[in-house]
């Protein structure tokens, strides 16, 4: 399985509505859960993993008076969420790029993007700003062919609570507990940068 994340450009913005997928290797459309749209392309939850760079048809659709949108599309990052479920099945977030999308399908992109206006920020807005900046952080990444998957857990009864584990292909390979979740944070970025061979491969206490 590819885990990829590429850089997303531009505003984001929720889309409430139906997305469907049509594979060449699948004689039923896939369903995915949309989860937010850009004018490049869209985010979306699915049940199983889709091949990088794979050519899809994509079928959107909304609430009346939208009319369905019919896009060719090719995958353009695969990300296995095994914080939002650790049993199959699994979740995958998928971003799916548009490839040459039609005048009326770039209208409504671009009319849902511009309506987008910055909030102020508040305690909450803030917080979740910091949420998000852990998850991007801890993000899975694929070296030399071999997906890493870091986690960081909190563990009150402990002198350092914050404990880093990093697993290669679903096999814990790294375990570390910091004083710090900004230090747990900067170990990910040190070990991302120099993963271990495997004969340097530990797993701590």
């Known amino acids: 399985m590819s885990v990829v994340q590429e850089e997303r450009a531009g505003p984001r913005v929720p889309f409430q509505g139906r997305v469907q997928l ?3 290797s699948r004689q039923t459309p896939l369903e995915g859960n949309p989860l937010n749209l850009s004018e490049g392309g869209l985010c979306l939850r699915l049940e ?4 990088l760079h794979a050519a899809v048809t994509l079928r959107l659709s909304g609430p009346p008076p939208l009319k369905p949108f019919r896009c060719a599309a090719r995958v353009a990052w695969v990300v296995q969420r095994l914080d939002l479920r650790s049993a199959p099945p699994f979740l995958y977030d998928v971003g799916v790029e548009f490839v040459d999308p039609s005048p009326r399908l770039r209208q409504f992109v671009t009319g849902r993007v511009a309506g987008v206006r910055p909030l102020l ?3 909450h807005s803030v917080a979740t700003r910091q949420k998000r900046t852990t998850q991007d ?8 062919g071999r997906c890493y998957i870091p986690t960081v857990e909190r563990e009150p009864a402990t002198a350092d609570p914050w404990h880093l ?12 507990r910091y004083a710090s979740e900004r230090q747990a944070l900067a170990a990910w970025t040190q070990f991302r940068r120099r993963p271990p061979k495997p004969r340097e491969a530990r797993v701590g206490r």
Do not use: M, N
């Open 22 to 24: 049509e594979l060449v």
């Open 48 to 51: 199983q993993a889709l091949d």
């Open 121 to 123: 920020p508040t305690p």
């Open 137 to 144: 952080a801890l993000k899975a990444v694929l070296i030399h």
């Open 165 to 176: 584990v990093v697993a290669v292909d679903g096999t814990p390979c790294f375990s570390q």
